[in-house]
């Protein structure tokens, strides 16, 4: 039986993942790029290694989600660490996607924060065709009127 360090455990799991793994540290400049973020956004991880999160952020959104990372960087503390969240990104091609994600903090072993790892999932497709069946439902509705109210 083979012995395999957790090292190179953590190194094939966050690079044979499709679903992107990025972390930022405490000041959201991006220290890890995986292979899954790579396709999703477009961005080799050479270019993307040392700069903002700002890249794969729609600009209407980067006030809000700097000020709850500050918050986050400064308290320890997300209450977003067991949801997962939805949001639109940005690919390098300037196209927008939908995804979704969940949060953790990293920790040294003094418990000191050095910053966050998202882990995504691009659901742009699934998103696109709930819209659409939403659409579909109201023109139905709309022809035949409204549900009888059952009570």
Known sequence: METYTPEWLCRQIVEGTQDAIIFADRDGII???????????????????????????????????????REVMATGV??????LLAVPGIRKDGS??????????????????????????????????EKALKERLAVLEARVGSPPNIT
């Open 96 to 129: 927008r996607i939908s995804l979704e994600f969940s949060i953790a903090l990293v920790r040294d072993a003094t418990g000191d924060l050095h910053g966050a790892v998202a882990i995504l999932r691009d659901v742009t497709a699934r998103w696109q065709q």
């Open 31 to 69: 220290r890890l790029w995986n292979s899954g973020a790579e396709v999703m956004f477009g961005y080799k991880a050479d270019e993307v290694l040392g700069q903002s999160l700002d890249l794969i952020i729609p600009d209407k959104l980067r006030g809000r989600h700097w000020d709850g990372y």
């Open 78 to 83: 997300t209450r977003y660490g067991r949801e």
